[in-house]
């Protein structure tokens, strides 16, 4: 074996080695009982079904597992329909303005989302939808993110396919909905994927918008978590390691859809 080889094979487990090294611990404390020592950070028993039914027991975890559910679910697909009809026109439908229009939506990449909270906040109190969830769903039901993967997709249409279907009599829609789409699934479904574990994650614009803790999604419930279950390490390391199965579970069904939208933009036909 070659010492390249050695090495390599030694960074790698390395590497992964400090990528599991949270997940353990993480194992250790949830399923470790109250009253034991974690300094040493090595198992006492597998405790981990118990601290789980003690979680959904006490605290409002079921609620902010709902909540987030509806929100990462509904503004994904929003922004799914939207972006692919807004970056499929951008790529083959010629219209007045369009590249500057795509300019525009491209700049706004470069806009901090701290930049867009007040204003966008004003908005949605003038239209009465603080404490709701149409007040933090609709703001991101699009991205320019969005429209511009789905733009550099949509690219790769082949042109005559479309213009067959045109000649064929039918229409914008109908060669969108029925032949693009299917085109543009890797894409759709890498936007769907990213979109969901941004917003799984999203703290600040729940915490802005939702005075009500029976709109809180997941960051916003467990930043007030301890003030529920007290200050207790396993059942707070147990909620936030049930948080994080649903979008491993997402990642891990969908990965060769993300691996395919992400990499077409690279290659060249």
């Known amino acids: 074996m070659r010492a390249g080889t050695v090495l390599r094979t ?65 503004t994904g697909v929003l922004d799914v329909i939207f972006s692919a009809a807004a970056g499929y026109a951008m790529a083959q439908l010629s219209f007045p303005g369009r590249r500057v229009l795509f300019a525009l939506v491209v700049g706004t990449l470069a806009l901090t989302p701290m930049v867009l909270v007040i204003p966008v906040f004003l908005i949605v109190k003038e239209l009465g939808w603080v404490n709701t969830f149409q007040g933090m769903m609709v703001p991101g039901m699009i991205s320019a993110f969005g429209v511009f993967l789905v733009r550099q997709f949509a690219l790769g249409i082949p042109k005559e396919l479309l213009l067959a279907a045109r000649v064929d009599g039918a229409g914008e829609f109908r060669i969108f909905a029925r032949m693009a789409v299917p085109l543009l699934k890797p894409a759709l479904i890498t936007l769907f994927l990213v979109h969901f574990l941004a917003q799984w994650d999203n703290l600040l614009w729940p915490l802005i918008v939702a005075n009500e803790q029976e709109l809180w999604p997941l960051p916003v419930g467990l930043a007030n978590f301890q003030s529920e279950v007290g200050f207790n390490y396993h059942l707070t390391t147990t909620a936030a390691l049930v948080t994080a199965v649903p979008p491993f579970i997402l990642m891990v069904a969908l990965q060769r859809y993300y691996v395919a939208g992400l990499t077409f933009g690279g290659l060249k036909r």
């Open 10 to 74: 030694v960074w790698l487990i390395v590497a992964v080695g400090s990528m599991l090294l949270p997940v353990y611990a993480m194992l250790v404390v949830a399923s470790a009982p109250d009253d034991t020592d974690l300094r040493g950070l090595v198992f006492n028993g597998f405790h981990l079904p118990e601290n789980i039914g003690l979680l959904f027991g006490e605290g409002n975890l079921p609620t902010y597992l709902r909540n987030s559910l509806i929100l990462c679910v509904g």
